[in-house]
Structures are given as structure tokens and as C-alpha cells.
């Protein structure tokens, strides 16, 4: 047996889902391949709270208060890493669709400009064949050409721009910083994300 849930993303996009009996919602949506937004999974942050609009549900015993407030719960606002339906249910999630989906992108990004910030940082803008929706504290992963590593960093640019742009540290022989100090504008790159 199975609950069927509909996500209402802020954007107006519904996607559906089917929830196992017992399933946290935040699983049950990973496995169908949407990131519901999270950072623990433990009941802890509130970064995945939602507001359930109709449906019956359990929210759970493992969370904090100051993740889900008594107030919060009596306005049928949920965790839905930690909420369990026992209906089918409709769960308004407040971000849009695009910033929700599974896995990883693939980018083509190019190397637009490096700025350098004293011996401290650079700040290196890429263009991309597609802007990408993040949620904020996601990050991607670059590689570093011919090397076959990567390294995670962090969005400087807001969400949606064509250019997405970074603050790296720079590191004295590090493998980024290394190939940052010969890197020209137009150097291809590939980028994964968001994580």
C-alpha cells in the first residue's frame, strides 16, 4: 500500500509522489528523484519544513522545537524529513520546482574572469550553457582540467544568473589555485551541480 502526495512547489508546479506506508516524505521524494530541500535529515535545522494542506500524517518524535515550534505544528506546518503520512496528502513546499530536482546537472562552463583579491582570494565567474537553479548553501563541483579532481565551492552568484560566479581561496600550490594562476578567459571546465 502507498499514500499518494502532491508536492505544490512555490512556482505552481504539482509533482506527485508515492509515499510507503511508515516512509518519511523526504525519502520518499529522494527516491522519486526531487531534492525537497534539507541539510540534516535529523529533525534538527528546519531547513525542510513545509506546511501539509490536507491529509492525515504523523510528524514524528524526532525532532526540536526550535526545528518545529508547538505553534508551527498546530498550523499543520511539518518537517517532511521527519513526517510520516497516513493518507494521501498535499504538502505546499515554499521553493520553486526547478531547485528541487535529483542528481546532478552537467554544465559547460567557460572561464569569463578572475579577478584577484590580494594573496587572499579570487573571485573566478564562469559562463555556462544554462543557468543553474540552486538553493542557497548548495555548491557544485569543478574540475580542475587535466587533472581528473574536483573541487566544491560554493555559489557567489544569486540563483538563476547565466554567470555563476565563486570566491576561491587562494592556496601557494594548491591543485585549483595552480591552475587558476595559468587559467585564461574561454578555458573550459566541467562543473556538476548543485549540491
Known amino acids: 500500500m502507498t499514500y499518494s502526495i502532491a508536492l505544490n512547489f512555490e512556482d505552481g508546479v504539482t509533482r506527485f509522489i508515492d509515499c510507503k506506508v511508515g516512509e518519511k516524505v523526504l525519502d520518499a521524494a529522494f527516491r522519486q528523484r526531487i531534492n525537497l530541500p534539507m541539510d540534516c535529515s535529523d529533525g534538527v535545522c528546519g531547513t525542510c519544513k513545509c506546511r501539509c494542506e490536507t491529509g492525515a500524517y504523523d510528524l514524528g518524535d524526532d525532532y526540536i522545537e526550535d526545528a518545529l515550534s508547538e505553534d508551527e505544528a498546530g498550523e499543520r506546518q511539518v518537517l ?18 526547478g531547485a528541487c530536482k535529483t542528481g546532478t546537472a552537467q554544465f559547460a562552463a567557460t572561464v569569463a574572469s578572475i579577478t584577484r583579491h590580494a594573496d587572499a582570494a579570487l573571485e573566478v565567474s564562469f559562463e555556462l550553457d544554462q543557468a543553474p537553479v540552486f538553493l542557497p548553501g548548495q555548491y557544485v563541483n569543478i574540475g580542475v582540467p587535466d587533472s581528473g579532481q574536483t573541487r566544491a565551492y560554493s555559489f557567489s552568484s544569486r540563483p538563476g544568473d547565466k554567470r555563476a560566479s565563486f570566491l576561491i581561496k587562494h592556496v601557494p600550490g594548491g591543485l585549483m589555485s595552480g591552475w587558476l594562476e595559468r587559467a585564461q578567459p574561454g578555458d573550459a571546465v566541467p562543473m556538476t551541480g548543485p549540491l
Open 80 to 97: 517532511t524529513c521527519q513526517m510520516v503520512p497516513q493518507s494521501d496528502c498535499v504538502i505546499a513546499v515554499p521553493v520553486p520546482s
